[in-house]
């Protein structure tokens, strides 16, 4: 009797008969794309759709312009074209970092992730816009405005979180646009896409850039806060150092919990979606 796994290993194999014997694993999914991995060693990104099938060009066509230009380590996508189109890189060894893990690390190896990080985001934001427009980037999705988060996740919050979503929405509504303007960045920098070495302590690569594109520079640096406040409060200052521009740590604690709101409102009509998200707000909230 067959398994999810199947029609996945049969494509795969079929391209990559080296592979019959191999052993594969269905990974942890995206929204378009599911990913199998072979041996260990291997990563197949399979897209579910055209729309997932232009992403992963896209994706491929961004990390070969970024990754000349990025001192960590990043997928090196290969396109098997034909029917159906799938991707292959070797895989980047590692595992996800979360809050305990961060907090269960020494010093040093908190600020050696720091400094990766900072680079990273300080290599990204110097890339040029029109060689990664040309690459496929383009304007990461936009937030709900603040009377359309307000409609959508005040209604699905806990009466206890409501104090902290209107003081969230309120200064959302009045936040001027970035002075520092739109750059090119990842916009997708929590631990999910990280390949971490636990018992090194050391970032072995990041991953997934199919959300990366042309957004508010600042913004850029609210997805760490899901490892650690102290991770991101690190990394500005990292960054400062190493790019001379000042950053706003008012504007972006404030944007976290925006983007926490945002979500649970943009997922309004997904209630199997809101225990995760209204979790998320909630462990934002006992933050402040």
Request: with cysteine.
């Amino acid at each position: 009797m067959g398994n999810e796994l199947d029609p996945f290993r049969a494509v795969i194999v079929a391209r990559h008969p080296d592979l019959a014997t191999a052993s594969f694993r269905l990974l942890p999914g995206g929204w378009h794309s599911r990913a199998v991995a072979a041996d260990e060693r291997l990563v197949f990104k399979l897209p579910q759709g055209a729309e997932a099938e232009q992403a992963l060009r896209r994706e491929a066509s961004i990390l070969a312009a970024v990754r000349p230009h990025v001192t960590v380590r990043v997928p090196d996508l290969c396109l098997h074209e034909g029917e159906p189109l799938f991707s292959e890189h070797a895989i980047i060894p590692g595992e996800h970092l979360e809050t305990a893990q961060y907090e269960a690390l020494p010093d040093s190896a908190q600020q050696q992730l720091a400094d990766t990080l900072a680079r990273f985001y300080a290599e990204l934001h110097s890339l040029d816009r029109g060689v990664m427009a040309a690459a496929g980037a383009r304007p990461v999705e936009r937030w709900l405005d603040a009377d359309a988060i307000a409609a959508g996740a005040l209604p699905l919050l806990p009466e206890a979180l409501h104090g902290f979503a209107e003081k969230t929405i309120a200064g959302w509504r009045a936040l001027p646009p970035d002075p520092h303007g739109e750059t090119y960045g990842f916009f997708d920098g929590h631990g999910w896409n990280m390949a971490f070495d636990h018992a090194a302590g050391r970032l072995n690569g990041i991953y997934d850039f199919a959300d990366s594109g042309f957004g508010p520079l600042q913004q850029d640096f609210i997805y760490s806060n899901f490892i650690s406040p102290d991770l991101t409060a690190r990394v500005v200052d990292v960054y400062e150092h190493l790019t001379s521009r000042p950053l706003d740590r008012v504007r972006i604690h404030l944007l976290t919990g925006v983007h926490r709101l945002w979500e649970l409102a943009a997922l309004a009509d997904a209630p199997e979606h809101h225990p995760t998200m209204i979790a998320s707000v909630a462990a934002w909230a006992r933050r402040q």
